[in-house]
């Protein structure tokens, strides 16, 4: 079965800081996907990736830093948190196939005070 | 701008009643619609999902149907269960799914 798991679960961060989540996925997938997800807005794509090495921009990349080393782990990071960056934020994999999914992890719940 | 909307934000239906959620999107391109359900505490998992070549889709209990004149789709579950009280997202993409617009998410809650 699909599995993507992300750490940490939750995590305070003070304003400034720097903050790295991370994503593994053990589905051998190629695309993996970072989202955040605030009520009213439902799920933004922030920075996705096609495989290891690369990383694109999503709808809203500004003040995010994508990394893909492997084919299994994803990271977002940001450099210098902010409080409008309080959010619920999912990691998801995906591959092609006549009925695409994406398989999303648990979250990791971010407050930056 | 929200390119996929979704509606309404949040519904209360009765056990063993019909509940529709719809969407509604501005990209022509998009031709690929799934919808998403999520439990609270939980990331979101695909519930059904349809093509633009197909006007209707059909699952269990669930069914999708797209209008690609109105660009337009919806969700109907029948007969609901209180086990299907969760957070419903429409989403589209004009690839075949690798890059998906979610819309921003209608919250069910099935009565007993």
């Known amino acids: 079965e699909a599995a993507v798991t992300q750490s940490p679960r939750n995590k305070v961060a003070v304003t400034g800081g720097k903050v790295t989540l991370s994503c593994n996925q ?17 799920l933004r794509l922030i920075h996705y990736s096609y495989g290891a090495g690369s990383t694109e921009k999503g709808d809203i990349p500004d003040g995010y830093k994508a990394s893909r080393p492997s084919q299994e782990n994803f990271s977002l990071i940001l450099e210098l948190a902010t409080p409008s960056q309080t959010s619920v934020y999912f990691c998801a994999s995906g591959d092609w196939g006549p009925s695409y999914e994406q398989y999303f992890g648990p979250g990791t719940r971010l407050t930056v005070l | 701008q929200q ?16 509940t529709v959620l719809t969407c509604s999107y501005e990209d022509s391109t998009f031709n690929y619609f799934p919808w998403y359900q999520q439990f609270p505490g939980e990331g979101p998992a695909l519930l059904i999902s349809i093509l633009s070549v197909s006007d209707k ?18 969700l109907h579950i029948i007969d609901s269960q209180p086990g299907d009280s969760a957070t419903y ?15 921003g998410g209608t919250r069910l809650t099935v009565r007993p």
């Open chain 2, 89 to 103: 997202f429409c989403a589209a993409s004009g690839n075949a799914g690798a890059k998906l617009t979610f819309g």
């Open chain 1, 26 to 42: 053990t589905n051998n997938h190629n695309n993996m996907y970072w989202y955040r997800q605030d009520t009213g807005h439902g």
């Open chain 2, 57 to 74: 889709k059909e699952d269990g209990r669930f069914t999708t149907f797209f209008n690609k004149r109105e660009k337009k789709l919806s």
């Open chain 2, 3 to 18: 390119q996929v909307r979704q509606s309404p934000q949040s519904l209360t239906v009765w056990e063993g009643g019909t």
